[in-house]
């Protein structure tokens, strides 16, 4: 099975405070994301990584950056937190690569409830 | 318009009865189409995927693809009271990276 795991749980930050969320994946996938999730919103895709070191924009990327030195890790990095960005945040893997249909099938990790103050 | 709409529900069943959960999406290029199951305080799980036209069954659950009304559905035959969740339509678009779209969801209740 695949597992996608995710640092914390819970988190409260303070306002100004700079956040990491981690991201770790066991299963060689190429693709890697972060999503937050609100209430009458869905999902909305923050930023996804296609390779090492490589990243591109999601659908509301401002206010935070993602890294990916390794493969297998994917951080979300928020630059100064800012109570709009109290939220669940759920990272996502999938396969990637060409040429089969199960590329985009994504896996999730438990995700983490982050309150800002 | 949004890429994938979904009705936000509730959708109540009784137990035992079959229920239907619709999607539309806009981006007529669109590949691959995925259906994920959340329960409240969990993350999605991938329960189906289908990628071309026509039905696909799985156990108690079947999804159908219509690309050219644009639209996916999953049925629910047998409802549970465990199948009580939100139920997230995806969609894969035809952009060149491999980005997916989720719905909002919809409100699955089935009461026993």
């Known amino acids: 099975d695949v597992k996608v795991t995710q640092s914390s749980r819970y988190l409260v930050k303070r306002t100004g405070e700079k956040v990491f969320l981690e991201c770790v994946q066991d299963?060689?996938?190429?693709?890697m994301f972060w999503y937050r999730q609100d209430p009458g919103l869905g999902l909305r895709l923050i930023y996804f990584?296609?390779?090492?070191?490589?990243?591109e924009k999601g659908d509301i990327p401002e206010g935070y950056s993602v890294s990916r030195e390794k493969k297998e890790r994917f951080s979300l990095i928020l630059e100064s937190a800012s109570t709009n960005q109290t939220s669940m945040y759920l990272c996502?893997?999938?396969?990637?690569?060409?040429?089969?249909?199960?590329?985009?099938?994504?896996?999730f990790g438990q995700g983490t409830r982050l309150t800002v103050v | 318009q949004k890429e994938v709409e979904q009705n936000s529900g509730p959708l109540s069943v009784p137990e035992g009865a079959i229920a239907s959960l619709n999607c539309t999406y806009s981006?007529?290029?669109?590949?691959?189409f995925f259906w994920y199951r959340q329960y409240s305080g969990k993350s999605p799980e991938l329960i189906m995927s289908?990628?071309?036209?026509g039905d696909k069954e799985d156990g108690r659950f079947t999804a159908q693809l219509n690309k050219a009304s644009q639209y996916v559905s999953l049925l629910i035959r047998d409802s549970q009271p465990s199948d009580s969740a939100t139920y997230l339509c995806?969609?894969?678009?035809?952009?060149?990276?491999?980005?997916?779209?989720f719905g909002t969801g919809t409100k699955l209740q089935v009461i026993p």
């Open positions: 981006d007529r290029g669109s590949q691959s």
């Open positions: 289908i990628y071309s036209n």
């Open positions: 299963m060689d996938h190429e693709n």
């Open positions: 990584s296609y390779d090492v070191k490589m990243k």
């Open positions: 996502a893997s999938s396969l990637g690569g060409e040429g089969t249909q199960r590329d985009t099938e994504a896996f």
């Open positions: 995806a969609v894969k678009g035809s952009g060149g990276y491999q980005k997916v779209t």
